[in-house]
């Protein structure tokens, strides 16, 4: 039990969150855990609450994390096992190795996707720091063991975050090398028929990965990778959709989740729990700008650009998409006798935004009047600090009851997903050279559209039908999962009444 301290008998429904939360944690050791529900509660929706099936697959894997984990004895023959070179699994205990990279809402999309899968596949899941970002950020999710990767001599694989398309150890490298082989009948198989079996495999799912890694999505590879002990998922995206779309993991994700499209709504309530450094920085902006206000209004801002230089056509779009769908009041001469009981939160890398913003809606004309918390000028990979603040900024966001978000941007996914709000969704065009900068750019119309659901989009799915053997329409393949209105080429998971 952390810091010695024994676990609540106090704690209500709301606090965890319907059960999706267990109650063996201490209050002081990580008080985001059981305090986030108090900052939602204007949102609380009962008909999102967590399947008793969903719950129960929770404690079982909290299980298995204890009794598989780092500083166990299946751990440690699990570690010899590796270490040998031998592909034959030492105990039942199976594990996944979760290497995230990019920017923090990339890697919390992908430690969701990677937790996901592993509850799936009944396997250990274990996060790879890099700087120790992880525990960081992050409370421990799972009570009386780590979900982190054990750094230095302990662990024999080093150098994780440099796996990528031309590691040999990959599915779609040994794949193409004929060491896993693929019958008539469509089944995958070891070519030598499992005696030399590697002792984990490398899945090379980010953004660049070719035909042949995309095959994990298919039903013959997932059987294959099932007696894997080991497996590595390198990833930067949101996988979940793509998880959906493969038929022996739909009936389960379908008990799971009877509300499909509020799956990251209760994976990263369950998984992520900032520390209470973070969790202070919140709580305490918060209470001074946020708290006492009819309504608090999001907008998150995020221009995809090499140089950081304000773009008017940008602040236009924002201002367009709040008055037209009426999120904020048009300014008129009366606004500072009937000033409207909001409050505006704004979100960006650049502060030229937010002065605008002010500008427009401040000096009375809104009762909360217009914050920042920080404007970091770029954003920094690697930085710490930087992802400390990027993490208090997305839970400030999440207790926002509308929400407006720049398309394109995982930081938005994380923020939308964790309150639950279906937000308005700006469209965006990441800007990678200086003739995309143009002033002279016009405003999308319409400025923004209202997202169909909650969940983040993939942005990298395979589009091979693995049944058909050929490619598909990937946003057709199911109602429930339906072609990103941000990415037009992603897919995400849908409200099938939407």
């Known amino acids: 039990m952390p810091c010695g301290d024994a676990p609540p008998s106090d704690l209500t429904a709301d606090q965890l969150l319907d059960g999706l939360l267990t109650a063996e944690f201490s209050k002081r050791s990580c008080r985001s855990r059981y305090e986030f529900a108090s900052y939602h509660e204007k949102k609380k929706n009962t008909s999102h609450k967590p399947s008793p099936y969903l719950l129960g697959k929770l404690r079982r894997h909290e299980a298995l994390q204890k009794r598989c984990g780092p500083g166990t004895a299946p751990y440690r023959a699990a570690v010899w096992q590796l270490k040998s070179g031998k592909g034959a699994a030492a105990t039942d205990c199976r594990y996944l190795v979760s290497i995230s990279y990019r920017g923090l809402g990339n890697r919390m999309l992908a430690t969701a996707s990677a937790f996901l899968y592993a509850v799936l596949t009944d396997r250990v899941l274990l996060v790879h720091q890099y700087k120790h970002d992880v525990s960081a950020l992050f409370c421990e999710p799972f009570p009386g063991t780590t979900w982190l990767l054990p750094s230095g001599w302990s662990f024999p694989l080093g150098h994780l975050r440099d796996y990528g398309i031309g590691s040999k150890e990959s599915l779609g490298n040994m794949l193409k090398a004929n060491v896993i082989s693929v019958g008539g ?7 030598d028929g499992g005696d030399h079996r590697p ?50 993991f739909q009936d389960e994700l379908g008990k799971m989740f009877p509300e499909k499209d509020m799956a990251f709504y209760h994976l990263g309530r369950y998984l992520f729990h900032p520390v209470n450094d973070v969790w202070r920085a919140v709580t305490s902006y918060y209470r001074t700008n946020l708290a006492g206000v009819g309504q608090r209004v999001g907008i998150q801002i995020r221009v995809f650009q090499k140089k950081p230089t304000p773009l008017q056509y940008i602040l ?53 009047g217009v914050h920042q918390p920080s404007h970091e000028g770029r954003q920094k990979w690697g930085d710490t600090s930087h992802d400390r603040r990027a993490l208090s900024e997305m839970y400030l966001l999440s207790t926002c009851d509308m929400l407006v978000t720049t398309g394109f941007s995982t930081f938005g996914y994380v923020a939308q997903g964790l309150g639950g709000i279906r937000p308005w969704i700006m469209p965006s065009t990441p800007i990678w050279s200086e003739s995309d900068m143009a002033e002279t750019k016009e405003v999308p119309e319409p400025p923004c559209v209202r997202a169909m659901s909650v969940e983040p989009c993939f942005h990298s799915p395979s589009y091979y039908d693995c049944t058909a053997r050929r490619d598909v329409d990937v946003g057709k393949v199911v109602p429930y999962v339906r072609h990103c209105e941000d990415v037009s080429w992603g897919i995400k998971i849908a409200n099938q009444s939407s």
């Not at 009948?185 to 070519?191: E, I, L, R």
């Not at 984990?200 to 035909?211: A, I």
Request: hydrophobic fraction near 35%.
């Open 185 to 191: 009948d469509g089944n995958a198989s070891w070519s």
């Open 199 to 248: 002792p984990f495999v490398y899945l090379h799912l980010e953004g660049g990965y070719d035909f042949h890694d995309k095959l994990f999505y298919c039903d013959e590879h997932q059987r294959l990778l099932h007696g894997a002990p080991w497996l590595l998922m390198k990833t930067d995206s949101y996988l979940v959709p793509g998880l959906f779309l493969v038929p022996s």
């Open 316 to 368: 236009d779009q924002v201002l367009s998409c709040v008055r037209r769908e009426k999120l904020l009041p048009e300014i008129t001469s009366s606004s500072m006798i009937n000033a409207s009981d909001q409050v505006i939160l704004v979100t960006s890398l650049s502060a030229w935004y937010y002065e605008r913003i002010r500008e427009e809606y401040g000096g009375g004309r809104i009762t909360g």
